[in-house]
Every structure is written in C-alpha cells, then in structure tokens.
C-alpha cells in the first residue's frame, strides 16, 4: 500500500472508536471468511444433492465437511478413495492411504491412459505423491485478479457471489465425471485398493 492509501485509510479513523471497530473486524476476518466458504459449501452441497436425485444412475457421490471442504466420490466408495476435492482456493483429483494403495496408484497412472485425467484442469498448478493435480485459484469474476486470487480475497466471492462461484466449480468437477474418466477413477479404485479393505 503506497503511502497516500495509507494517508487516506488514516483519516477514516477519526476517533477511537472508529479504529477499535476496525481492529475488531481484522480479529473476525478469518470468522468472516470460514462463513463465506460454508455458504458456497451449502450452496454446491444443494445443488448436486438435487442434481444426483434427478440422476439416479449417475455414477457419482458428494460429501461435505469442515468449513469448506467437498468431495465428489464414485458413488459407494469410502470417504478416503480417489476423489475430487475442492478445499478452500484450490480444486484437486486426490488420493490418500486410507482406502487405496498409494504406491499401487503412483505406479499404475503411469501408463499413458491417465493422462487425460490432467486435461480435465484448466490448467495444472501443481501435483505431488498422492495428488495427480491440482488447480489453485483459478476462478474468474471479471476482475483483474481472475485466475490468480489471494485466498483472502476469493473467500469474499464464495460467500457474495455465490451461484456464480458454484457455477465454475460445478462447471469444473463435470468435466472430470465423463465417463471416459470415471471408468479411469473406477479403475484407479479397484485395481489400487489396499488388501485389508473391501
């Protein structure tokens, strides 16, 4: 912030108590933001609900938790099989140890077949040892910050302009739940599972 912002953002301090609402509005920014994350949360927790009543034999489960966390699974699998997850700024195709065999995983999509699971991210920002990638922040609101949102920031546009931030999320997760790549996230599953699990 350059030094006639600063200037400026003084003079709306005027009294005390102006400057002590502030502060206590800076204590309850991170409140501020896990409300907004619940709102977009509930509102894409809604929709696909109502989207897999209207679909019964869509091959797909969602799931929700914590502030903003939602996963969409292959309907019947455990919470901790191959899923997509959308966390706080960031929308990922993830697996853990917890049903699957990470290594079985990390050796399997190496053939060439998965690949097209990549393609389904409008663009890759990173991938590690149990996520084949992921997207961070690339949500667009016709801002100069589309693409690339502080997290603070795109916490603002979860909670107040929600369908349109529900709508590029669910846009999204589609694109991974052709059924070309659910096969590939129902092959990942069964080939991958650890032995103790069924």
Known sequence: MNEELIKNAMKMFDTSAKWHAFLELVNQSDNIRDCWWRILKEEVHKRELEFNKENPDWDWDIRSFGICDIR???????????MIQ???????????????????VNQLIIDQRFDIIKTCFDRIDGSNWETIGWEDRNFSFDTPYDGKFSSQALSWYAGNRTK????????????????????LFKEINEKCRKDNTV
């Open 72 to 82: 969409w699974l292959i309907r019947g699998k455990p919470e901790n099989s191959l």
């Open 86 to 104: 959308f966390h706080p700024n960031f929308l990922r195709v993830f697996y853990n140890g917890g049903y699957l065999d990470v290594n079985k």
């Open 164 to 183: 349109e931030f529900a709508d590029q999320l669910i846009a999204k997760v589609r694109k991974f739940q052709k059924p070309e790549i659910t096969a």
